[in-house]
């Protein structure tokens, strides 16, 4: 199993740009997650979505949006990048409540 | 919302030492899992543990969820065990595991 993958691995974006990071998993596992990081900081989670067609806000979604079109897949959409966004960005998956989460290795971004 | 701290904030030790990173939580949970996050930005989950006590080798850790509080426990420590640790719940109440992060311990370990 490839566990949790995500890519691009670093982006740089200009202020206004737009971009989509992919995250997939092989587990088929349920339930997915999107976190943020910053420097020195927690994960904070941005989306989550307990399966295929089902997507609801974390603590911060603003500027951001999915979509889960199959179980593998849970694509993260940011629309009109703001230096705000610069972050790293973690997908997290696990198969039901209670389990545990595997991370993917992380996105850097940086919005300029 | 739930308000997760770690303590202590940045601990140093030489290789051999042991260590306790405690996890402290202002509501009750149902999930709680701790995490060590590399040098080089990887993820890993330690342990499951809402409540009562598991081991892995080295590392332990212990909730005691009526007193809001998780201990991890690291033995023997070794210049691999670098790194930040995170503690993240749910609270009661929640069923999608959508987990808050403390802000982590982190840990240098020196030959």
């Known amino acids: 199993n490839a566990g949790v993958t995500q890519t691009p691995k670093f982006r740089i974006l200009k202020i206004g740009q737009s971009m989509t990071l992919q995250c997939a998993q092989d587990m088929n596992h349920n339930y997915m997650y999107w976190y943020r990081q910053d420097p020195g900081m927690g994960l904070k989670l941005i989306y989550y979505?307990?399966?295929?067609?089902?997507?609801d806000k974390g603590e911060v979604p603003n500027g951001y949006n999915v979509s889960r079109s199959t179980t593998e897949d849970f694509p993260l959409r940011l629309e009109l990048a703001a230096p705000s966004q610069t972050s790293v960005y973690f997908c997290a998956s696990n198969r039901g409540q209670g389990a545990e989460q595997y991370f993917g290795p992380g996105t850097r971004l940086t919005v300029t | 919302g739930i308000q997760v701290e770690q303590s202590p904030p940045d601990l140093i030790l030489q290789e051999g030492a042991n260590s306790t990173l405690r996890c402290n939580f202002s509501?009750?949970?149902?999930?709680l899992q701790w995490f060590h996050q590399n040098p080089w930005g990887q993820l890993i989950n330690l342990f499951y543990i809402p409540s009562g006590t598991k081991q892995n080798g080295r590392l332990s850790a212990t909730t005691v969820a009526t007193e809001r509080y998780s201990l991890l426990y690291i033995s023997s420590s070794q210049t691999t065990d670098s790194g930040v640790y995170f503690c993240?719940?749910?609270?009661?109440?929640?069923?999608?595991?959508?987990?808050?992060f403390g802000t982590g311990t982190r840990l240098q370990v020196f030959p």
């Open positions: 979505s307990v399966g295929a067609g089902i997507t």
């Open positions: 509501d009750s949970v149902n999930n």
């Open positions: 993240a719940v749910e609270r009661v109440g929640g069923n999608t595991d959508k987990l808050i």
